[in-house]
T-cell receptor
Framework: DAGITQSPRHKVTETGTPVTLRCHQT?????MYWYRQDPGHGLRLIHY???????DKGEVSDGYSVSRSKTEDFLLTLESATSSQTSVYFC????????????FGPGTRLTVL | KNQVEQSPQSLIILEGKNCTLQ??????????LRWYKQDTGRGPVSLTI?????NTKSNGRYTATLDADTKQSSLHITASQLSDSASYIC??????????FGTGTRLQVFP
């Protein structure tokens, strides 16, 4: 998985609780992304980062926030989890934008009861 | 609306047989098209990336084709193996850093 780890790999939580997912890379890539994958949908971009402390929203950012205080770490926070946020979350990294390949992490399966 | 449609949704073939997966897109403008393989419980892994000027690209037993005029792509798998069982995702990039993902074709290879 190209030097990308995600933690936790599985999590079950209750509606209304805060949840933080972590993505850690050892490739020193500038760009990092958070996606969610749901049945019947392609992967959808939640937020992305183009450098330390530089982030921007994707197409499904409502209910999510992110932070990047170091090159290697990108955190995704659900401030108050809802059942609609039950999904598999993937982190991805790339050296630059354009044609450059995005490498994906192993994913985090989150269940919100 | 930018969309990527894949067919079939699922496919079952016998080991050793060939198969072709289809991708139609309505993304505009167009920068590049990618095929990813996603094993169950794992993240997607890139197979090929093609730009507008490329109409075929191979990666081992995987060959992708692109017709930018008709906005169609195909992924051909030759001499399938059990390890080819996975979802194959077509991804199209407009002239930005965004990727638009198809929903994938689920391929099962049986002995």
């Amino acid at each position: 998985d190209a030097g990308i780890t995600q933690s936790p790999r599985h999590k079950v939580t209750e509606t209304g609780t805060p949840v933080t997912l972590r993505c850690h890379q050892t490739e020193n890539h500038r760009y990092m992304y958070w996606y969610r994958q749901d049945p019947g949908h392609g992967l959808r971009l939640i937020h992305y980062s183009y450098g330390v402390k530089d982030t921007d929203k994707g197409e499904v950012s409502d209910g999510y926030s992110v932070s990047r205080s170091k090159t290697e770490d990108f955190l995704l926070t659900l401030e108050s989890a809802t059942s609609s946020q039950t999904s598999v979350y993937f982190c991805a990294i790339s050296e630059s934008i354009g044609i450059n390949e995005q490498f994906f992490g192993p994913g985090t399966r989150l269940t919100v009861l | 609306k930018n969309q990527v449609e894949q067919s079939p949704q699922s496919l079952i073939i016998l080991e050793g047989k060939n198969c072709t997966l289809q991708c139609n897109y309505t993304v505009s403008p167009f920068s590049n098209l990618r095929w990813y393989k996603q094993d169950t419980g794992r993240g997607p892994v890139s197979l090929t990336i093609m730009t507008f000027s490329e109409n075929t690209k191979s990666n081992g037993r995987y060959t992708a084709t692109l017709d930018a005029d008709t906005k169609q792509s195909s992924l051909h798998i030759t001499a399938s193996q059990l390890s080819d069982s996975a979802s194959y995702i077509c991804v199209v990039s407009p002239n930005t850093d965004k990727l638009i993902f198809g929903t994938g074709t689920r391929l099962q290879v049986f002995p």
